[in-house]
C-alpha cells in the first residue's frame, strides 16, 4: 500500500487530467496537462525514495473518484477548486516530505501551492495573454468546495447537535412525548439559529464591502493611470516579470469592469460573485441542511419506545455521522473508514455523556 503522500499527488495528476479532458480553451488545457505531469513526476520522486515500482503507475483514490463524480454534477471548475482548497489543508505534510527527498531524486518545485505554481506555468506560456490570465485568477478563486462543505458542516451540526439532546431527554424521562417533543423543539431551535446567524452573516458582509467597493471604483473612475500601475504592483508581487506585469495591467485596464473586479479581489481580498449571493437563498440553504441533520436521531421516536427507540436512534444516528465524516474526506484527504469512524465515535460519545446525564437528572427528579 503506498503512504498518503504519494496518493495524494496521484489523486492530483488524475485531477489535473480530468481538467484538461474538458477545458475548452487549449492554452488553459496546456497548463492543466503540465500539471498533471508535475503532480506525476512527484509522485515518482516519492516512490523512488520509498523503493516502491512506479509502474504500473497507482490507480487514484476513491476520494479522487468521488471528486470526478461530483464534477459530471456540479461542473468541472468545482474540481479545480475543491483541489487547490485540498492543497492549502496539506501543502505542509507534502513540503516536510519533499524535503526528505534525495539530491539525486527528481526535481520538485519547492512552492506546494497549486495556485503558485499554476502562475508559474502560465507566466512561461508566451500564447496565455492577460486576459487569459485573469480569466483563469477569476476562475480558481470564484470555485470551490464551499458550497458542499457548508452542507457537510451542517448536516453535522444538526446531527450532533439533537442526537444528543435527544440522548439527553430519553435519559431523564420514560416517556416518547418528552423525546420527540425536545427532538422537534431542537430542530426547529437550532434550523432557525442557523438560518438567522448565515442571513446577517451574509448581509452584513454585502454591507460591510458595498462602501469599500464603492471607494474602489471611485478611484479607478479618477486615476485610472494610477490604479494600472497598481494591478502591474500586483502582478509583479507574484513573480511576473515587470514588462509582461505591465502588459497584463494595460490589458486589464481597459474594461473598466474586470478591473475593478481585479482590484477588489486582490487589494481588498473581496470576491464580488460571492457578494451577489441572497441572504434569504444562503438562510434557506442553512435551515434546511440542520434540519435534515437534526431529524435523523428523531425518527425512530415516531415509530418505537423505550430502549428500541434509543437503539434504533443510535444506529440511524451513528451511519448518519459515518457519512458526514466520509463526506469530509474530500477536503482533509484522510482515509474515509479513518474520517468516518472517527466522527462516529465522537458523536456516540457526545451522546453518552448527555444520555448518562440526563438519566442522573431524571433520578434526583423522581426522587
Known sequence: MINQNIQTEVDASYLYEILAKHEKDENIASVFRQMSEIEKSHAIAFMAKHKIASEPFPQPSTRAKMIHGLGKVFGYDFILGLLMDTEKR???????SRKQLSSDASP????????????????QQSKVAGQDLARFEKRHRSVGGNALRAAVLGGNDGLVSNFSLVMGIAGASQGNEEVLLAGIAGLLAGA???ALGEWISVKSSQELYENQMSLEMEEL????????KEIALIY????????????????????????HEFLIKEELGISAEELKGSAMEAAVTSFVLFGIGAIIPVIPFFFFTGFKAILFSSVLSAIGLFLIGAAITLFTAKGIWYSGMR?????LAAAAITYGIGS????????
Open 360 to 367: 442522573l437528572i431524571g433520578v434526583q427528579l423522581a426522587g
Open 343 to 347: 466522527q462516529v465515535l465522537f458523536g
Open 90 to 96: 496539506v501543502s505542509n505534510t507534502i513540503l516536510n
Open 108 to 123: 520538485v518545485i519547492s512552492d506546494t501551492s497549486h495556485v503558485a505554481i499554476l502562475r508559474n506555468i502560465l507566466d
Open 192 to 194: 432557525l439559529s442557523m
Open 221 to 228: 473612475e479618477v486615476n485610472p493611470k494610477g490604479e494600472e
Open 236 to 259: 509583479m508581487s507574484k513573480g511576473i516579470p515587470e514588462p509582461q506585469a505591465k502588459e497584463m495591467a494595460t490589458n486589464i485596464i481597459t474594461d473598466k469592469g474586470k478591473a
